[in-house]
Each structure stands twice: as structure tokens, then as C-alpha cells.
């Protein structure tokens, strides 16, 4: 009896979360040994996809001063040219132990941000040159062959910082809020 074998190719969806542009030639994200565990069912073994974390990207420190005054230290990918701030999170699906990512701009900007191709929902922050809370908002992947919205600050801003939906809150950000402080990502 002659067994045969049947290879499963699986690929992993692209995510984003960065500002509008066409320009992809930036180096996203790179697998890691890591991964992650898929939805099983009762006699299907389970399967595993490797996770992407950002790759060309420098970390950053940020302190940052909650609305009741306290301090925060954070460590964020930092996206400061503008092919790394095209690039943003795309098909990143995880941060590698970073908090989000700081897209951090020379002048105020009233850039707007979109999903392209993205699978992970995120919260975006705005903060004016500063540093002063502006605003934030929660953006949703954005299907394939759709016209993925763009979502963009009440006011100008000079940074902006993406993380996981849901977690602005439990990073102390919010109105209020402000970046008071930039270095080297916490030990």
C-alpha cells in the first residue's frame, strides 16, 4: 500500500496600519520561530502560523504623562522617514514585546492613516507638536479589493502612535495625555 503525502501551503495575512501611500518597497516584517496557535477542531491537529514582527525599524523610548499626571515609559517601534511610515505595521502580527509604534513627523501634519490590507485591528493616537493629546480613533482592517477609509486626527499633529485596538486605555492614553519625554526603551 503506497502512502502519500499532501503538503499544506499556508500564508499568513498582511496587516497595516500606516499612512496612505503607494510606496511598498520598504522591508516590512520578518517570521519568527515563534508562533502563534490557530483555531483547532476536535480531530484536526493543531496548526500554527509564524508570527511577523517589524523589521527596519529602530525602538524608541517614550515617557509619556497620563491625564491624573502620572508618569509612563513606553517602548515603541519608531517609523521617522517616509518609507517607514508608508510601511508602518504592515504585515506585522506581533509587536515583538513593543508597546505600538511612534510615526513621528518634522513638522505638524495633517497626514491621514489607513488599513491596507490589514487583519489586526488598531487605535491610533495624535499628539501636537507639543506633545498635547489631540485625538484618537479605532480603525478596521480594511477586506482586500475594497477602498480601505482613511482616518485622520481632529488637528494637526507631530506624532502618532499605533497600538493593538483596545489598548490606548491601558497604555494611559487619552485626552489628557501628553509625550513628555523621548530616550531609549526602558530595561
Known sequence: MRRWLLAVVLTVPAIAGCTQSTNSSAPAAALTGDTAPAVTGA??????????????FETIG????????????LCLWLAATDEQRAQGLMQVTDLGGRDGMLFQYDAPTTATFWMFQTVMPLSIAFFDDGGEFVSSTDMEPCPPDTDCPSYAAAGEFMDSIEVPQGQLDDLGIGPGSAIVGRGACPA
Open 43 to 56: 480531530t484536526t491537529p493543531a496548526v500554527t502560523e509564524p508570527k511577523v514582527v517589524p523589521v527596519g
Open 62 to 73: 517614550v515617557t509619556l504623562r497620563e491625564a491624573g499626571g502620572a508618569l509612563r515609559d
